[in-house]
């Protein structure tokens, strides 16, 4: 683990995450032995992560493979594009079809035709008042997050 001030918030980060490693890798390994928390996290800090260890290893434990090579398709885009040009969109199309549709409803990963993930679909994994802090935390961003944002037209 990289050395953070212990006075640092992201120290709470830090350990939290560790935390989380260590219960993902015994929820996926179906380890019965509990993993004893970290005595510098909060109670509600605790069951958030328990909560987000478990669906990490329900998602990493429910693999859907894809017929497509993301390899190959990340190579097929144009990189500098800000916006979907319906040539290349079509182009896209007639080289990498589209497979049969899935609903997901449960944590899954989705992996391409080389066992790679490409995606993590993780229902639910971050608390409502995690997520509520979150929203707190970035309302004052809003301004400065406007700003940041690209006018959307394409640059080729």
């Not at 996290?41 to 859907?64: E, F, G, K, W």
């Not at 049969?100 to 899954?108: A, H, I, V």
Request: hydrophobic fraction near 45%; include cysteine; glycine fraction near 4%.
């Amino acid at each position: 683990m990289t050395a953070v001030l212990a006075d640092c918030a992201l120290y709470t980060t830090c350990i939290a995450s560790e935390f989380v490693k260590q219960l993902f890798d015994f929820n996926v390994a179906g380890n019965a032995q509990s993993i004893s928390p970290p005595l510098t996290i909060d109670v509600p800090t605790m069951l958030a992560c328990q909560h987000l260890a478990r669906v990490l290893a329900d998602a990493y434990s429910n693999p859907i493979q894809l017929d497509l090579d993301m390899i190959r398709y990340n190579e097929a885009l144009h990189k500098r594009s800000t916006r979907m040009v319906a040539t290349h969109e079509d182009s896209l199309l007639e080289k990498f079809p589209h497979g049969q549709e899935r609903l997901l409803e449960k944590p899954s990963v989705i992996l391409d035709s080389a066992g790679r993930i490409i995606l993590w679909y993780l229902p639910d994994a971050i608390s409502p008042w995690i997520q509520a802090e979150m929203e707190d935390a970035t309302i004052g961003m809003g301004s400065l997050l406007m700003k940041s944002m690209t006018s959307g037209l394409d640059t080729q």
